[in-house]
């Protein structure tokens, strides 16, 4: 695992792309502040989700995840060690300035009360002809330790089953959808997301890491006086869970998509559901936590009474 | 173990021109490990970008290829895990002395157990012919059409410099010194840095009208001499070849090692 905050998340961005074509579970903390460039150093921002889509050049599937409070940064961050492992590639955990220097209370669960995915390792014996880029038929990939019993080529280049360059159309084909396929066909699998009075809400919130807070707040405030607000707090981003997403917002008169960047995840949510026209934005972009009365202004614009 | 032994033919032809020089380097470089009666299995090569990054496919090692300029961090890393291996590190000048000039300066100040070979042919040549940090002042390159005006690095002089406690240049001519040096800068407990200035026919030699792959060989023979020879005396244009510095001082994984000791005394 690595961490960094913005302008160092940019510098990965050439490493990440191989960590994806040599399938290298690996786990990349992004603190987000505002950017672009140094930006505005230690405030909060969102601004980093389509980086962390699209940072790295070529296509390609990512794994990304947030959370908006310290127990579910210490759940995900293990979820997220899972899954570099399940699929060997790389995840990267979007969190966010507020979260990053808050401090709140954090129960550590005893070893073994969340499961943890161990390495895949081959049972290919050495000195036998091993295949170190050759998938199973689930897609996944048994790993030799580097530098172990198995001498093979690991490269960022297109390769064959033996790790060795190949510029064949076959090859490039089949490697790419191999990259893209393990986790766009899995998308439902991935998704990690909680939900909040989503079983008549009339209006709902749509939110990630920090800003999900001041969502919940402004959702909870109004139910106790009756209004059919609800909450989907999204942990996993990437790939975008556009099925649940969908099916959440079917029924809802307006979906509000709460996030501090100018609309990443908005674009998102219009892109899936089936009347786009009923979402709107409910954002901040100027350094400064998004409070519940920022919410509820623009709640009140959406429903035409007016800030 | 015959030097063929060490190569994946399955992986053959090579990509490089009739003419490189990287050939001869590889050459000089399995002659060394054959001499050492080295096993397939404790060799890592860790390669970066370009040309000379290919060499790391071609031999039957734990074999690395990385991004540009990078090889040395990731040789870092496969070394802070896997002291018992040998990591050998073949780049070229551009991959080691331009994008990678940081890695290189910083390995060297480490002193991590590290073999590094700058395959030194003055010039990008797989992304067409481009002047690099060794190309130096009139040379024309693709990109200096008029001749170059920077002045390049002594690879020598840098990394003494810079720390690193075995340093050595040789030729493509000289493949016994090649074999020789890289030998001992294997054996060397620290890192070392071996510069081998290798021939680039299709873009320095064309560009600088240095005539075909023999011509420019017989140049490195004609222009280097050993260190400290009388010819050098005579004509101080001649490039030194040789074994410049052999030191010693604590390496790097052997250190790390001591502070884990102290961290986790009292823990146990």
């Known amino acids: 695992m690595t961490a960094t905050s913005g302008p160092g998340f940019s510098l990965m961005q050439e490493a990440l792309g191989y960590a994806v074509m040599a399938e290298i579970p690996c786990v990349i903390v992004d603190v987000q502040r505002g950017g672009p460039s140094t930006g505005i150093p230690t405030h909060g921002s969102q601004g980093d989700i389509n980086q962390a889509r699209w940072g790295t050049h070529g296509d390609h599937a990512i794994i990304a995840m947030t959370a908006s409070n310290h127990q579910d940064v210490f759940a995900v961050t293990v979820e997220a060690f899972n899954l570099a492992e399940t699929y060997r590639t790389p995840v990267i955990l979007l969190f966010d300035e507020v979260v990053g220097h808050m401090r709140e209370r954090l129960v550590i669960p005893e070893p073994g009360v969340i499961p943890l995915v161990d390495r895949l390792r081959t049972s290919v014996k050495g000195g036998v002809d091993y295949h170190p880029y050759l998938p199973r038929e689930d897609g996944r990939l048994p790993m030799s330790d580097f530098g172990g019993v198995h001498r093979y080529n690991v490269t960022g280049l297109f390769h064959d089953m033996w790790g060795f360059p190949s510029a064949e159309p076959r090859v490039v084909h089949d490697l790419l959808h191999h990259l893209v396929d393990k986790l766009e066909n899995r998308t439902n699998l991935l998704a990690r997301y909680k939900e909040y009075y989503l079983e008549d809400a009339e209006y709902l919130l749509i939110s990630y890491g920090?800003?999900?807070?001041?969502?919940?707040?402004?959702?909870?405030?109004?139910?106790?006086?009756?209004?059919?607000?609800?909450?989907?707090?999204?942990?996993?981003l990437w790939p975008f869970p556009e099925n649940i997403v969908r099916q959440k917002c079917a029924g809802a008169k307006s979906v509000i998509v709460v996030e501090q960047n100018m609309g990443q995840i908005l674009r998102e949510v219009k892109l899936v559901v089936d009347e786009p026209q009923k979402v709107f934005l409910a954002n901040r972009i100027d350094g400064v936590f998004i409070t519940p009365v920022d919410i509820v202004n623009i709640f009140r614009l959406i429903q035409g009474k007016g800030v | 173990m015959a030097v063929r032994d060490y190569l994946r033919e399955r992986f053959f032809p090579h990509l490089w021109c009739p003419g490189c020089g990287h050939g001869?380097?590889?050459?000089?470089?399995?002659?060394?490990?054959?001499?050492?009666?080295?096993?397939?299995?404790?060799?890592?090569?860790?390669?970066?970008?370009?040309?000379?990054?290919?060499?790391?496919?071609?031999?039957?090692?734990?074999?690395?290829?990385?991004?540009?300029?990078?090889?040395?961090?990731?040789?870092?890393?496969?070394?802070?895990?896997?002291?018992?291996?040998?990591?050998?590190?073949?780049?070229?000048?551009?991959?080691?002395?331009?994008?990678?000039?940081?890695?290189?300066?910083?390995?060297?100040?480490?002193?991590?157990?590290?073999?590094?070979?700058?395959?030194?042919?003055?010039?990008?040549?797989?992304?067409?012919?481009?002047?690099?940090?060794?190309?130096?002042p009139g040379i024309r390159a693709t990109t200096a059409p008029f001749t170059n005006i920077d002045y390049s690095f002594d690879v020598v002089e840098l990394a003494k410099a810079a720390g690193a406690t075995f340093v050595a240049r040789t030729t493509s001519y000289h493949v016994q010194q090649i074999a020789d040096i890289i030998k001992k800068a294997i054996l060397h407990e620290g890192f070392s840095v071996v510069e081998i200035l290798s021939q680039c026919p299709t873009y320095f030699g064309r560009k600088n009208k240095a005539g075909d792959a023999v011509d420019m060989v017989r140049w490195f023979k004609n222009n280097t001499t050993p260190i400290g020879s009388k010819a050098k005396q005579e004509n101080p244009d001649l490039i030194e070849r040789g074994i410049f510095v052999q030191t010693e001082r604590p390496e790097y994984c052997s250190e790390y090692d001591k502070i884990v000791g102290i961290a986790m005394r009292g823990q146990n």
């Open chain 2, 24 to 136: 001869m380097v590889l050459n000089g470089m399995l002659q060394a490990v054959e001499k050492l009666g080295m096993s397939k299995n404790e060799i890592v090569m860790v390669s970066g970008i370009g040309c000379s990054a290919r060499i790391s496919g071609y031999v039957d090692f734990h074999t690395l290829h990385t991004i540009h300029g990078r090889a040395l961090a990731f040789a870092t890393g496969v070394k802070m895990s896997r002291p018992e291996l040998n990591l050998i590190v073949p780049m070229g000048d551009g991959d080691a002395l331009a994008i990678g000039g940081n890695h290189f300066i910083h390995a060297a100040r480490r002193n991590i157990d590290i073999t590094a070979i700058v395959m030194n042919n003055r010039i990008y040549g797989m992304t067409g012919g481009q002047f690099s940090p060794l190309s130096g």
């Open chain 1, 210 to 236: 920090s800003a999900a807070r001041s969502a919940r707040h402004v959702v909870e405030n109004r139910r106790l006086r009756g209004e059919k607000l609800g909450l989907l707090e999204l942990q996993t």
